[in-house]
């Protein structure tokens, strides 16, 4: 680890930044609307280091790849979590996303067989099936919410995959209470919430209502699951018969702690990429007849299956690169507990760092037209700093499930694509809803009209 005196040594570039109370407004008034805006912005005019103080705190703007790379990889030990993770402690427990080592370390030994590459292939087909479900449900002419449809859909493959459980039942009540904590949780990053959650205010008694419905719903299957002792092949019975070095197994409440977190992550972070997929496309009609070529080439008359991943390449590109511009984890937060030098920057113990994907993403050093959506950019060979592209984070703390929402990506964007095409109505607003997540504001109607 950096020590203070290694940092005071090294040479300390002077930075500039946005105004202290206009960063307040984006980024700690418990409203974000415009926070991506606000720290691409931040980028063009000051650089690809910022700095600027919020409450007290000196925050760095980071839009450099190779200082991404130094904070989540090779200086990673000098960082944990920033505030907007550690305030999902009280719906995630001490799940992957909000636990530090040394338990995160041996959570992530112990969760990652559950997405071993064979059995990542093995829920490929319950991905496919669910589409159809959802494709099969819809009649040309209909008018569908994609964002609704996508969250519903993405809902359902997560409940089969992670507890061998058809939620469908469930779903309007399993997703309102995701949907709450979504909704709430730019109040959690307000100054002092902490003492608001003593309070019994109508947000308070709504996040813990919520939080309530996930708990006992994943505690009943977990319940249920060890009473039957059989190992069914979905997450759960691998988080169940899972053993450390020395044996020991995670007791029920760990369970559900990263129950909560996979099925938060797995659910909502896929929903928001379909979401901005499917809306991409309807903006760019020749992309949308180049998806069909390939999916008619490649797949002829039959679904899509695990097997078909590798080979559709242009559909893996068409998603590529609606998280280029639209990624779901649009800001990763991390606070120094150490004195450390990032490049020629020196971060003092307390401060904190904050990476946007959504500015880099559009940094027009890496990318021609870096507002255009081409997917073909992805299908060229060219040297790309690895954190010019980082829609799952990096490091240590990368997305442990980022095979997994490649392959539903992909393969449900296929399964629908293959039957539907969708047209935006008119006059729809589009706009982003920041929030854990970089959702869509408002809902999506898309006219469905049947592939010939």
């Known amino acids: 680890m950096a020590t203070h005196a290694a940092v005071r040594a090294k040479p300390s570039r002077r930075l500039r930044g946005p105004n202290p109370l ?17 720290m691409l912005d931040i ?57 530090e080592e040394p338990l995160h370390l041996r959570q992530r030994r ?54 061998d459980a058809d ?37 308070t008694r709504r996040f813990n209502a919520a939080r309530e419905t996930l708990a006992s719903t994943i505690d009943a299957m977990i319940a249920s699951r060890r009473r039957e002792g059989v190992d069914r092949g979905d997450v759960l019975s691998m988080l169940i018969e899972s053993r450390d070095d020395d044996g020991s197994r995670m007791d029920d409440k760990q369970i559900r702690d990263e129950c909560l977190t996979i099925l938060l992550a797995g659910y909502e972070t896929t929903a928001v990429a379909l979401s901005w997929t499917w809306y991409v496309l309807s903006q760019h009609p020749l992309a949308r007849q180049r998806l069909g070529d390939e999916l008619h080439s490649v797949l002829g008359e039959r679904d899509a299956t695990s097997e078909d991943f590798p080979r559709l390449a242009y559909t893996t590109a068409v998603v590529k690169e609606s998280m280029r511009l639209y ?36 940094d027009p050093r890496y990318y021609d037209e870096p507002l255009a959506f081409r997917p073909e950019r992805w299908l060229v060979e060219r040297e790309l700093p690895k954190f010019a592209y980082f829609p799952f984070g990096g490091g240590n703390r990368v997305c442990i499930g980022e095979s997994f929402a490649w392959m539903e990506a992909v393969l449900v964007l296929a399964t629908i694509a293959r039957r539907w095409a969708m047209t935006l109505e008119p006059g729809t607003p589009v706009a982003t809803a920041p ?17 010939s």
């Open 22 to 38: 206009v960063a307040f407004r984006y980024l700690a008034a418990g409203r974000l609307d415009g926070a991506p805006e606000f």
């Open 43 to 99: 980028a063009r005019r000051y650089g690809t280091v910022a700095r600027f103080n919020v409450a007290g705190t000196n925050f760095y703007a980071v839009a450099e790849p190779e200082l991404v790379r130094e904070i989540l990889v090779t200086k990673a030990r000098s960082f944990v979590k920033s505030r907007g993770i550690e305030r999902m402690r009280p719906l995630l427990g001490d799940g992957l996303l909000t636990s």
């Open 110 to 163: 112990l969760v990652q067989p559950a997405f071993h590459r064979d059995r990542i292939a093995n829920y490929g087909q319950t991905m496919v099936s669910y589409a159809l479900r959802t494709a099969d449900s819809w009649q040309a002419g209909d008018v569908v919410n994609v964002v609704a449809a996508m969250m519903r859909l993405t809902l359902s493959i997560a409940g089969k995959t992670l507890f």
């Open 167 to 203: 939620v469908e039942g469930e779903a309007d009540t399993i997703g309102r209470a995701l949907n709450t904590t979504m909704e709430i949780f730019p109040l959690l990053l307000q100054p002092f919430s902490e003492w608001r959650d003593k309070l019994p205010l109508p947000s």
């Open 327 to 362: 990624p779901p984890a649009w800001i990763v937060g991390r606070r120094a507990v150490d004195d450390v030098a990032i490049g020629d920057v020196a971060i003092r113990a307390g401060e904190v760092t904050l990476m946007s994907p959504f500015a880099v993403h559009r």
């Open 435 to 451: 929030s854990v997540t970089l959702r869509p504001k408002y809902p999506m109607p898309m006219r469905l009209s049947r592939v």
